[in-house]
């Protein structure tokens, strides 16, 4: 690990304007993605930003009925809250889901949305990848794509979206808030928060230079059966091949959002119409447009199969 400088700010904006002015500088909560990739020098922080002291920890009602959950806390508590496990079961469901016990003890709200879209050639600096070094190319067009994306992807990465939390995030419309060096504030809806590869896959998100998270809001409760399925390789501990989080109503009507898929949570409003008539119709409009490889164009059909398991689980 290289050297490194470190300071604690005293306030969101004067955390944001430590980032914003300088280039070489990272926020640090958690720290469970940023500290693994900064062992491998895969990131060079020049200098840490530790916003754990913040007072950004809160879960709090919001005026129009929703919740705020703030920047810092941590996957644990947000999984136990009990306002969350009744009215917002998907989010519960997904962050348990994720990686150990033990990291989701330290694992934060804002650094689960923030962890890099990756694959095992962005760890392997031996191999070109246009995320860690742009322009470099991507190894994975031509090497192993078992577990990369089918939809969304570009030429230059077809790296996938590893967390959960963020797909229950994009089915519940959350808003995420953020700060900047000015003290300016706004709120992006989860939808447009991360992006797609395109010819710029270094850009995880849509953050400005220095802009802070400081919460993540979420909508009045959509009522209905919230369920949060995922297959994966391993029983624990292992990123997801498909997942769906699916939020279904009475009449069968619903909305659905995947994770495996695509650089981002991957979701189209537009074929959640077709969620009553059955899995393999809806399939059809959310995958629309997909381009597998010969490795992985079997999460075609796990992704209708388990979206099918997923209404099924709710209809019950």
Known sequence: MRSFTYERPATPAAAAAAVAGNPGARFIAGGTNLLDLMKLQIETPAHLV???????????????????????????????????????????????????????????????????????????????????????????????SRQLAVIGASEACIATHPGDMAVAMRVLDARVETVDAKGSERAIPIADFHRLPGDRPELDTTLRPGELITAVTLPRPLGGTHVYRKVRDRASYAFALVSVAAVVQRDGTGRAAFGGLAHKPWRVEAAEADLAKGAKRAAAGILAGAKPTPDNAFKLKLAERTLGAALNQARA
């Not at 969350?84 to 962050?95: C, H, I, N, Q, T």
């Not at 095992?120 to 090497?143: E, I, M």
């Open 50 to 144: 530790d916003v754990n002291g913040l007072g950004l920890d809160r879960i709090e009602p919001t005026a129009e009925g929703g919740l705020r959950i703030g920047a810092l806390v941590r996957n644990t508590d947000l999984a136990a809250d009990p306002r969350v496990r009744k009215d917002y079961a998907v989010l519960s469901r997904a962050l348990l889901a994720g990686a150990s016990g033990q990291l989701r003890n330290k694992a934060t709200t804002a650094g689960n949305l923030l962890q890099r879209t990756r694959c095992p050639y962005f760890y392997d600096t031996a191999q070109p990848c246009n995320k860690r070094q742009p322009g470099s190319g991507c190894a994975a067009l031509d090497g192993v």
